[in-house]
């Protein structure tokens, strides 16, 4: 099973917008509502931002958002902040033999 | 509060196993499953497989299956991750996390613990 295919990198200035894609198969992302993301910042655990493609838990910004569309996932941050710097993996149920897969990450720097 | 604290690092040689623990505590552990996930330095996350804290049943991804071991021990809420025939390519983090909901194996995972370094050298 190959990994999820996201963008190396994504960039922005102070409050913009920027969409990262993750993009997978019919077997994965196209199959189930449960792609997931997650914000890692450099030396620290992945914090999930996302849950069942569009979901925010409790404690993360509103200006986070997932959406979904075929086999391909995004997760949308609007008005971009400077604690915004960080890598982002998408990760989806991929059914019950391979079960998990995760994205290939994207950085997004803000300008 | 509801968090996972995994062990310290491990430097081990080529050919050695490792056994890394993940300690739950804030919340039921035998209601919530296991996964581990590792990555190595400067690649992405990689998922390893769960366990069912309250059955004692797993499930690999198939890279792994025959080297790796998941336990668990429900009297002290702790998980383990056992790696054996370690290569250099193992060098990574490992994570514990959880799956955010009770009784599920899939879903998202909204507890981490902090990571264990684990370095393969001779």
């Known amino acids: 099973q190959s990994a999820l295919t996201q963008p190396a990198s994504v960039s922005g200035s102070p409050g913009q917008s920027i969409t990262i894609s993750c993009t997978g198969t019919?077997?994965?992302?196209?199959?189930?509502?449960?792609v997931s993301w997650y914000q890692q910042h450099p030396g620290k655990a992945p914090k999930l931002m996302i849950y069942?493609?569009?979901k925010r838990p409790s404690g993360v910004s509103n200006r986070f958002s997932g959406s979904k569309s075929g086999n391909t996932a995004s997760l949308t941050i609007s008005g971009l902040q400077a604690e915004d710097e960080a890598d982002y993996y998408c990760?989806?149920?991929?059914?019950?033999?391979?079960?998990?897969?995760f994205g290939t990450g994207t950085k997004v720097t803000v300008l | 509060q509801v968090q996972l604290v995994q062990s310290g690092a491990e430097v081990k040689k080529p050919g050695a196993s490792v056994k890394v623990s993940c300690k739950a505590s804030?919340?039921?552990?035998?209601?919530?499953?296991i996964h581990w996930v590792r990555q190595a330095p400067g690649q992405g996350l990689e998922w390893m497989g769960w366990?069912?804290?309250?059955?004692?049943?797993?499930n690999y991804a198939q890279k792994f299956q025959g080297r790796v071991t998941m336990t668990r021990d429900t009297s002290i809420s702790t998980a383990y991750m056992e790696l054996s025939r370690l290569r250099s390519d193992d060098t990574a983090v490992y994570y514990c996390?959880?799956?955010?909901?009770?009784?599920?194996?899939?879903?998202?995972?909204?507890?981490w613990g902090q990571g264990t370094m684990v370095t393969v050298s001779s």
């Open positions: 996390a959880r799956v955010k909901y009770q009784l599920l194996p899939h879903g998202a995972f909204d507890i």
């Open positions: 804030g919340y039921t552990f035998t209601d919530y499953y």
């Open positions: 366990i069912n804290p309250n059955s004692g049943g797993t």
């Open positions: 019919s077997s994965d992302v196209g199959s189930y509502n449960l």
């Open positions: 069942e493609g569009s």
């Open positions: 990760c989806s149920y991929a059914g019950s033999s391979t079960f998990v897969v």
